[in-house]
C-alpha cells in the first residue's frame, strides 16, 4: 500500500464542491477530513492533525480568514490555503496578512491546487527542519552547554549572558584552541539577533586578494573572473551577527576600508558606486596581542579601539585545569555517540597524565587527543598508552625551577581534589599534610573546593 503523501482538512458550506475536492484530493494519494462549516472544522482540528486546510473564504455563518485564525490557535503551523469566489485584490492581501499560504480565486485549474498543495506542504517540511536544525544549534551553543567549571570561566560566562544582551562590538581574545566561535555564537544567540544570521569568516585563512572581495562583495564585471554579482558577508549578515575571527591577520590595506564600515554602516562593493547600508553587530576575536602589533605599526590604532568595546580574555587550558575532568566527560559522550562506542572512562594514570600536560594546543588538542584514544582503545577504559602518544611532554619550554614547582604543586592538588570529589580531609590525608596547611595551600592557588563536588 503507497504512503499517503498527508492528511488535509477541507473546509466549505458548499457539499458539492466539497465531494469533489475529496475525489480529486483522494486520488492524488491524500487523507482527506470535510467540515460543511467552521464549527466541526474546529472540532476535527482539536481531534487529529493535519498537514493542510483548504477553507473558503465565504462560509454559511462565518468568513475562512477568522476559521484560519482559530485553526492556527490549534496548529500553529499549518498551512492554509483560502478558496473564494470574490477574486479581489484586497481579500488576497489580506488572507495572506493573515497568516495564508495561497489563494486561489474559484473555478481553478485542479492542477494549479495540486501544485499549491505540494509547494505548501514542502515548504512545512522544510521549515520544520529548519527549526530542528536551529534547536540543535541553540542546544550546543547555549550557555549551559559550555563546559566550564572553573572559577575563571565561570566568572566569564557570567558576563557573557549581559554582554549578548547589548549590541555593542565584543573584542574575544585567546590563544588558539581555546575557544572563541564557541563564545561569539553563544553571544549572538543570546542577543536579540538570534533569529538573524550568524556569519564567521578566519581573516587568516583567505587570501589577502579574495579577502575584500569576500568581505564587502561586488558587481559584475568588476574584476577579471567577477561573471555576477555577489554579496559580501557584511551583507550577508544584515540584521545578524559579523565574526571576524583572527582580525589581527587582516591586511593593512583593508583596515581602513573596514573602520570606516564600522563607523558609518555603510560600503561600497567592489565595482559599484551605490553605497549599501548595514545593521550589523561586529564579534572580533585574535589570537595575538593587538596593542603590540599597534606599536608595531602593523594594525592601524584606530580600528583597534573602535573593536576594543568589550573585551572578553579566554584562559587558556593550562590555567583552568579544574575543567579538565568535565571537558573530558564532554568529548566522551560526542564520540561514544559519534562512533558507535561504549568506552566508560579514563583510568587514573591515564586521567592524571591529562591533567599533568601543559595543553598548548588549548581544548582542541585535548578534543583530538580525546578523540584518538575513543577511536583506537579495545577496551571499555582508556589507558595511559593511548593520552598523548605522539607528544614528548620533556621537550617543552623550559620553566624556572620555582615555576615547576609551582606548576607542579597547583596540578597535584587539582588532581588530589579530583580525586576525592572536593573533600578536604582526604585530599589532605592522601597528601600527608595537615588539614590546615592543605587548605592553605589551596588559597595560595585560588582553587575553590566546591568547584570539585561530584
Known sequence: ??????????????????????????SANYEVVTALSGEVAIEEARQQSFDLSIIDLQLGNRDGISLMKDIH???????????????SIESAVEAIKKGAYSYLTKPFDPRELLLQIEKALENRRLSSEINRLKGLIEEKYDFANIVAKSEKMQSILGNISIIAKADSTVYINGESGTGKELIARAIHLGSDRKDKPFVAINCAAIPETLLESELFGYEKGAFTGAMQ????????????TLFLDEIGNMPFSLQKKSLRVLQERQFYPLGSSKPIDIDVRIIVATNQDLKNEVKEGRFREDLFYRIHVIPINLPPLRERKEDIPSLVEHFFNEFNEKMKKKVKGLTPAAMQKLMLYNWPGNIRELKNTIEFAIAMTRHDVITEDLILQSTNQTH????????????FEKNYIVHLMELTGGNISKASELAGKYRADFYNLIKKYDLKPETFKK
Open 396 to 407: 617543552e619550554k623550559l620553566q624556572s625551577l620555582k615555576e615547576a614547582k609551582a606548576d
Open 1 to 26: 500500500m503507497a504512503t499517503l503523501a498527508g492528511k488535509i482538512l477541507v473546509v466549505d458550506d458548499d457539499s458539492n464542491l466539497l465531494e469533489v475536492l475529496r475525489m480529486r484530493l483522494e
Open 73 to 87: 490557535q490549534i496548529s500553529p503551523d499549518i498551512p492554509v490555503i483560502i478558496l473564494t469566489a470574490y477574486g
Open 229 to 240: 554579482s555577489s554579496k559580501g558577508l557584511f551583507t550577508q549578515a544584515h540584521k545578524g
